[in-house]
C-alpha cells in the first residue's frame, strides 16, 4: 500500500505560478510511474502530467510549455511546477503513482486561478 499526500494548492492570480508536491509513503517509489491528474467541476478527471522511472515525461497539450513535472526518489516526492496559470486551470489536482496492477491516489488539492 501506497499513501499519497499532495501539497501546494491556493489561489493565485491568472498569470501566477504554483508547485505542487506530492510525498509517498513505501520504498518502491523509485520504481512508479507518477502522475498528476485534474477534475474541474463538472468534468471528467483528465491526465496533467507523467514521469516514469527513467525522467522521461508526458504532458497534457493545454499545460505544454506551462507545466513541469519532476522528481526526487530520494525524497520520495513528485512535483509540478506551474506557470502561466489560467483560470481553466482551475481544479483539484490529483497524485498518482501506478506500477502496474498497482494504482494509487491520493486524496488531491485544489488550485482556484482567479483574479
Known amino acids: 500500500q501506497v499513501m499519497l499526500v499532495e501539497s501546494g494548492g491556493g489561489l493565485v492570480q491568472p498569470g501566477g505560478s504554483l508547485r505542487l508536491s506530492c510525498a509517498a509513503s513505501g520504498s518502491m517509489f523509485r520504481f512508479y510511474l507518477m502522475g498528476w491528474y485534474r477534475q474541474a467541476p463538472g468534468k471528467e478527471r483528465e491526465l496533467v502530467a507523467t514521469?516514469?522511472?527513467?525522467?522521461?515525461?508526458n504532458y497534457a497539450d493545454s499545460v505544454k510549455g506551462r507545466f513541469t513535472i519532476s522528481r526526487d526518489n530520494a525524497k520520495s516526492t513528485v512535483y509540478l511546477q506551474m506557470n502561466s496559470l489560467k483560470p481553466e486551470d482551475t481544479a483539484v489536482y490529483y497524485c498518482n503513482a501506478n506500477w502496474g496492477a498497482m494504482d494509487y491516489w491520493g486524496k488531491g488539492t485544489l488550485v482556484t486561478v482567479s483574479s
Open positions: 514521469i516514469n522511472r527513467y525522467g522521461s515525461t
